[in-house]
């Protein structure tokens, strides 16, 4: 897409975080926007700001786990503003994932599967028929992450399951919209290519009571700035990106039509090089270290 002025972008997990960035970079291309969150306040928040800015922009209280929810909010959109030509799917958590994989209570599982994969499967199946229908240009990008979409953090096996998924989801939407000649075009967006200073290590405070931890955790969540102090602790400084850089190359991939939204960085590039040369070998790869 390389015309966004009047066209019309649904943000999920729009609130905070990459998606709040996302919605401040469209309202710059003049983008009408309908911003989703299960986070009311914060929704209300967002909105407001980026009305005073002068954006035309409409929020939904949305549960992106729940496919109702999510036609809700595309007849919100369709209603407000007639049609739909960018979707994010952008709406993600994070379980603290203290133990191993065979520990891990199944509802961090259904918790991080319902929102970063089915939030995404919902959005597909709520919106993409009503985006052929119109026939005009459009786009729809899916959230992955380099954990699971181009290489696994082995800390972090359910994150890396969901986003893992999402990337073949996105790739099999991506050759059947080809296939079909259609004008809307799908992308899967790798945020980074440093740790985001996103809200995503918070994300426990939106985890619905469906969703109870059934175990108590052994280690307190993580925060980012943990994060970072345990890397310097350990003779490292981690880099960070912010979500503002993260929606300028969203953009930037939208008006070039990349299917890969991954920006650059020669550390990323190494760690896929290196895991693409094991597979070749056909030998494990190595464990991606973090500092």
């Given at each position: 897409m390389r015309d966004f002025a009047g066209k019309v972008a649904v943000v999920t997990g729009g609130a905070s975080g990459v998606g709040r960035a996302i919605a401040e970079r469209l309202a710059r291309e003049r983008?009408?926007?309908?911003?989703?969150?299960?986070?009311?306040?914060?929704?209300?928040?967002?909105?407001?700001?980026?009305?005073?800015?002068?954006?035309?922009?409409?929020?939904?209280?949305?549960?992106?786990?729940?496919?109702?929810?999510?036609?809700?909010?595309?007849?919100?959109?369709?209603?407000?503003?007639?049609?739909?030509?960018?979707?994010?799917?952008?709406?993600?958590?994070?379980?603290?994932?203290?133990?191993?994989?065979?520990?891990?209570?199944?509802?961090?599982?259904?918790?991080?599967?319902?929102?970063?994969?089915?939030?995404?499967?919902?959005?597909?199946?709520?919106?993409?028929p009503g985006m052929l229908a119109h026939g005009e240009e459009g786009h729809v990008v899916n959230t992955s992450s380099g954990n699971g979409g181009l290489i696994v953090i082995p800390t972090t096996p359910i994150y890396a399951t969901s986003k893992s998924a999402v990337s073949a989801l996105t790739e099999a939407l991506h050759y059947q919209l080809v296939g079909l000649g259609a004008k809307l075009r799908a992308s899967v967006l790798y945020p980074g290519p440093h740790i985001v200073a996103s809200s995503i290590f918070t994300a426990a405070r939106n985890r619905l009571p469906r969703y109870a931890r059934e175990t108590p955790q052994v280690m307190p969540p993580m925060t980012l700035d943990a994060i970072l102090q345990l890397a310097e602790a350990a003779g490292t400084r981690l880099k960070t990106t912010e979500p503002s850089e993260v929606a300028e190359h969203l953009v930037d991939g939208l008006r070039e039509d990349r299917y890969f939204i991954l920006p650059p960085s020669e550390e990323g590039d190494r760690r896929v090089r290196a895991r693409m040369e094991a597979i070749l070998a056909r030998r494990t790869p190595e464990p991606p270290r973090l500092f």
């Open positions: 983008m009408r926007l309908v911003l989703a969150d299960v986070e009311g306040p914060a929704l209300d928040g967002t909105v407001a700001a980026l009305r005073a800015g002068g954006a035309e922009a409409l929020g939904v209280v949305t549960d992106v786990s729940r496919f109702e929810s999510v036609q809700a909010l595309e007849q919100a959109a369709v209603a407000a503003f007639g049609r739909v030509h960018v979707l994010c799917n952008n709406a993600g958590v994070g379980a603290h994932e203290d133990v191993p994989v065979w520990e891990l209570p199944l509802s961090d599982w259904r918790w991080t599967l319902d929102v970063n994969l089915w939030g995404v499967i919902h959005g597909i199946k709520a919106f993409v």
